[in-house]
């Protein structure tokens, strides 16, 4: 059926039940008038897809994006409670003193433990980019992280084989290599990693130790263990001219954060008067990774916005070329005892049923991209019960409140000039 030719087909079709939608109560017009919008819609099938791209779009686009971030939100707060809330991050704030930049100095950071009451252990670590060689094959890009010993324990770092680099260390050429850097000695030597050289800066470094398999974790920077050597800090800092920028601690048992806090930067003022620091508690990064959270949620909220305005026009133009269309059913019904009200209603649960059709393929977009989404980066899939409601919520709003002007116009139509049309 052409959508030229659809109106007056239409038109004995609403005769038929004009008159008894009339007298009945107003959950049976409601129903009778979404009957009715079902089949106008289905006659305008390539023009209603057309109008309702916007929405899809735009709910899919949220139902995405705000999943994704709540999943990766949750993960980064899942590492920062595994590692403990009782983590105080300490980072040196950019300065200069005669053209010279200042770092953190190792012996001021091994100097934490005991030289504040509040913390328990201190640790500091580096990282510069080497290739990772064995036997002329490149395991790893990279980066090499130098770390003191308390390191691991800060990092919760399991250790399957072998033993972790030690203060002691210092300078020497020693190494435990993650997960995936030990596999691919093995895929081209022997089964057991320790004791095997690996080329690192040019050098090669012996292999003392293999970690389990770890996800990406956040300790002070982003960490991927799996792909990485850890060396003693002072090799890689001689080695390659890495500087301390930032270390992490813990606090003791029973010491509140903000205190430990405190303590931390008048240790750092009392030791290095002329390096500025800034302390950082675990509780703080997480209520500003949830501040984050909030304002990435505006946005989303806002693009959403735009996106909806437009799928909106969209529709209302789709209405208005139907009352255009449907003069002659419209006067129809009006001729048979239909009020302006039951005619405004008519348009208005068309375009309220429309825009609900284009918000639920847009959620099954959304969840289908969050799926994808999860399923390559290897997160636990879920999905934002309040944005899937708050989508189907607005897009059937949006449908209404576009749909209003186009009703009014049709319910102001003459019924004799509508026949005659």
Not at 93 to 120: N, Y
Not at 157 to 172: F, K, M, N, W
Request: aromatic fraction near 4%; glycine fraction near 10%.
């Amino acid at each position: 059926m052409s959508e030229a030719s659809s109106p007056p087909r239409r038109a004995g079709r609403v005769l038929s039940r004009a008159s008894a939608v009339r007298a009945t109560a107003p959950a049976v017009r409601l129903r009778a008038n979404a009957k009715e919008a079902a089949a106008s819609l289905r006659a305008v099938l390539s023009r209603s897809a057309l109008a309702l791209v916007g929405i899809v779009v735009g709910i899919g686009a949220v139902i995405a994006l705000v999943s994704t971030g709540q999943i990766v939100k949750e993960e980064s707060l899942k590492q920062f409670r595994e590692l403990g809330t009782d983590i105080v991050t300490v980072r040196r704030q950019f300065t200069r003193i005669r053209g010279r930049a200042l770092d953190l100095a190792l012996p001021d950071v091994l100097g934490l433990a005991p030289g504040v009451p509040a913390i328990e252990s201190a640790a500091a670590s580096v990282d510069a980019n080497s290739p990772i060689r064995y036997r002329g094959r490149i395991l790893a890009e990279g980066p090499v992280f130098g770390v003191t010993g308390a390191f691991f324990d800060l990092s919760k770092l399991p250790l399957a084989e072998g033993r972790l680099i030690s203060d002691l260390d210092r300078h020497r050429f020693y190494c435990v290599a993650g997960a995936d850097v030990a596999r691919g000695i093995r895929d081209v030597g022997p089964a057991s990693v320790l004791g095997e050289r690996v080329r690192v800066f040019g050098r090669l470094c012996t292999v003392v130790g293999v970690l389990r398999s770890v996800p990406p974790l956040a300790v002070g920077r982003q960490l991927a263990p799996d792909q990485t050597v850890f060396m003693p800090i002072a090799a890689v800092m001689r080695a390659a001219g890495a500087r301390i920028r930032e270390a992490v601690a813990r606090m003791h048992d029973g010491v509140t954060p903000e205190a430990a806090r405190l303590e931390v930067q008048r240790y750092f003022q009392r030791v290095r008067p002329e390096l500025p620091v800034t302390a950082n508690t675990a509780s703080q990064l997480i209520a500003r990774m949830r501040s984050q959270g909030q304002l990435f949620a505006l946005l989303l909220g806002a693009i959403a916005a735009v996106s909806l305005i437009v799928g909106g026009v969209g529709v209302m133009n789709v209405m208005l070329m139907s009352v255009r269309e449907r003069c002659a059913e419209i006067g129809l019904r009006r001729a048979v005892g239909a009020r302006r009200g039951d005619v405004q209603q008519q348009f208005v649960v068309e375009s309220a049923a429309l825009c609900l059709a284009g918000g639920t393929l847009g959620v099954a977009l959304g969840i289908a991209v969050a799926w994808g989404i999860c399923r390559y980066a290897g997160w636990p899939f879920s999905v934002s019960t309040t944005a899937v409601a708050a989508g189907v919520s607005v897009a059937t709003a949006v449908g209404v409140f576009f749909g209003l002007y186009p009703a009014h116009r049709a319910s102001r139509l003459d019924p004799i000039e509508a026949l005659r049309s």
